[in-house]
């Protein structure tokens, strides 16, 4: 009786009726349980040209779009849900997470433990101070809620322990040369789980010798011991510095290299002798840190690790690199 699928209004209208005939009322209830049995079994309908209702497939329907832009937001979103809420970064790579990630959104790549662990948690943490920063410098008045405690005889009992060390008192008048002088950045500390970061702490050291200087022999820094000012002052220690930086600056952009997220297996082989052949070329120029017993030692190190390291699928990934085709092996 009714093709056309959009008669809902009419059909209500109908079955309120007081006027309408029971015959129409009854068929207007049937066909409005039929097409709710239909749209609960199907996802999509079309039109033929006759009028009538006809199913589609489910996979017909089209992808949402699913943009860049979009991607980042979720994994920001992802991320920071993670540090929050205390989750584990490993969750990330567990297989049931993947799965359901994957039914959820297939055109959503779950980030690796690394990204979250590094990148992203850098970049959602300075936002967050920023943020927090930014509230607390437009409030007036700022209130500190303490937690409850109370002593043997239960009387209310709140510490409050003010002091102020000197390593806070340097970093802030090493922050002021920095900005006066316009040279120096702010100095790192190496991390026993990252190799590389030695070379970071040493090139952060590097790169602030002005401003050190400048430290060394300011009237409000007197609390530096007289040692570390000798040393600050002394060219010869910022000779070690340079040579130090030299050699670990090779040894580190490999490790950062090979240990990303591209495939670098045909560069394994290549890596270790790029390495090799520059601290050959650099430790006989470096008078002030080695002595010949020390540049062997350092040679017989980066062999050992090379050895333990590459492995035949290394070579064989090297050899079948279009670019290279093993050209360097002997």
Not at 247 to 252: D, F
Request: a neutral charge.
């Amino acid at each position: 009786m009714y093709r056309v699928p959009n008669v809902t209004k009419m059909g209500t209208h109908l079955l309120k009726c007081p006027k309408c005939p029971l015959v129409i009322r009854n068929e207007l209830t049937e066909s409005c349980e039929e097409t709710s049995l239909i749209a609960s079994n199907t996802t999509n309908s079309a039109i033929t040209e006759g009028g009538y209702v006809t199913s589609t497939p489910s996979d017909a329907t089209p992808l949402l779009e699913f943009t860049e832009e979009k991607k980042r937001r979720l994994t920001k979103l992802l991320s920071k849900a993670i540090y929050v809420t205390g989750s584990p970064l490993s969750m990330v790579e567990h297989p049931l997470w993947r799965e359901f990630f994957k039914e959820l959104q297939p055109l959503f790549e779950l980030p690796t433990r690394k990204v979250v662990s590094t990148t992203h948690l850098d970049t959602i943490y300075n936002e967050m101070e920023r943020e927090i920063t930014e509230e607390l410098k437009s409030t007036n008045n700022l209130h500190l809620q303490c937690d409850g405690w109370s002593n043997r005889r239960n009387e209310v009992a709140i510490d409050v322990i003010k002091s102020k060390k000197k390593s806070q008192i340097l970093c802030a008048l090493f922050k002021q040369i920095i900005a006066e002088k316009g040279s120096g950045e702010q100095l790192k500390l190496p991390s026993k789980t990252r190799w590389g970061s030695y070379f970071h702490a040493v090139r952060s050291l590097q790169n602030s010798k002005a401003a050190l200087q400048c430290l060394a022999v300011h009237e409000d820094a007197k609390m530096i011991p007289a040692d570390i000012k000798a040393h600050l002052l002394d060219e010869e220690f910022w000779k070690m510095i340079d040579e130090s930086t030299a050699i670990l600056e090779p040894i580190t952009d490999y490790i950062f290299k090979l240990e990303g997220n591209e495939s670098y297996i045909n560069d394994v082989y290549m890596a270790f002798k790029d390495i090799k052949s520059r601290l050959v070329f650099l430790l006989p120029g470096f008078s002030s840190l080695f002595d010949d017993n020390i540049r062997d030692r350092i040679l017989n190190a980066v062999d050992k690790r090379r050895e333990n390291c590459i492995k035949p699928i290394h070579l064989a990934a090297y050899m079948l690199d279009p670019k290279c085709q093993g050209i360097e092996m002997n």
